[in-house]
């Protein structure tokens, strides 16, 4: 069975050449408005959104906000695509929760492709979870998405627990920023973007004082204390 996609946002025509080369692999589900978007999440059950930054009714990224509070699309996977791709708004976009972020016009293989490691990343790893995990007072058990930190649950995007899951299985190694964004956002080493300290110093923020077992290498990247 195919993977659901709600197509949300973009110009007509564009949307709908979109879609109609996305049916090739995937069961496409598009609309216009982001009021429409959030009761079709709901009642559809979608396995990943593709949103527009700019939606005629909302910022693309606010509805990425009102995504990510809501029960069925807490952790849903989210690729965006926008008209202009800048080092602000990929932060922004990747700060809200958005797996992957795309300028327009893009080819629809590689949009294809990217979609297929999003998910793959998300649902097909679920086949190989690691042991559960437990250092310096900080606890993660991948196959449930728990993060607990020195007895308190701590909730975590999926793409911050994937972070912290490789800085805790690497624990006193030096992980470089190159690979941390290959790693865990499927992104060129080479890409120039600030997603890897946005994300570092969210996951810190919500460990508390235990973040701090998070620490910066200057010039390399981040390593678990």
């Known amino acids: 069975m195919p993977y659901r996609l709600l197509l949300v946002g973009g110009e007509t025509t564009e949307q709908a050449a979109m879609a109609s080369a996305l049916r090739s692999e995937f069961d496409v589900d598009p ?123 701590v909730f975590l995007q999926p793409r911050e627990f994937e972070l912290l899951e490789i800085l805790m299985r690497k624990t006193g190694r030096v992980l470089t920023r190159a690979y941390l964004l290959e790693t865990v956002w499927g992104m060129s080493p080479k890409a120039q973007t600030r997603a890897v300290d946005v994300m570092v110093s969210r996951v810190r923020r919500r460990l508390g004082r235990l973040g701090a077992r998070i620490q910066t290498v200057s010039k390399l990247g981040y390593v678990f204390r």
């Not at 959030?38 to 979608?46: D, N, V």
């Not at 989210?78 to 080092?87: D, H, I, R």
């Not at 979609?115 to 196959?143: C, K, M, Q, T, Y």
């Open 31 to 153: 609309c216009r408005l982001a009021r429409q978007a959030l009761e079709r999440l709901e009642k559809g059950k979608p396995d990943l959104v593709l949103l527009d930054a700019q939606l005629d009714d909302v910022d693309g990224l606010l509805f990425l906000q009102a995504v990510r509070q809501t029960e069925a699309g807490r952790d849903l996977p989210a690729v965006v695509l926008a008209a202009k791709k800048t080092e602000e708004s990929v932060v922004r976009a990747y700060d809200l929760g958005a797996d992957d972020y795309l300028a327009k016009p893009v080819d629809p293989r590689e949009l294809i492709v990217r979609i297929r490691a999003v998910l793959r990343r998300r649902f097909e790893r679920a086949e190989h979870w690691g042991a559960p995990l437990s250092v310096g007072g900080v606890e993660i058990d991948p196959s449930q998405r728990l993060c607990v930190a020195r007895g308190k649950p």
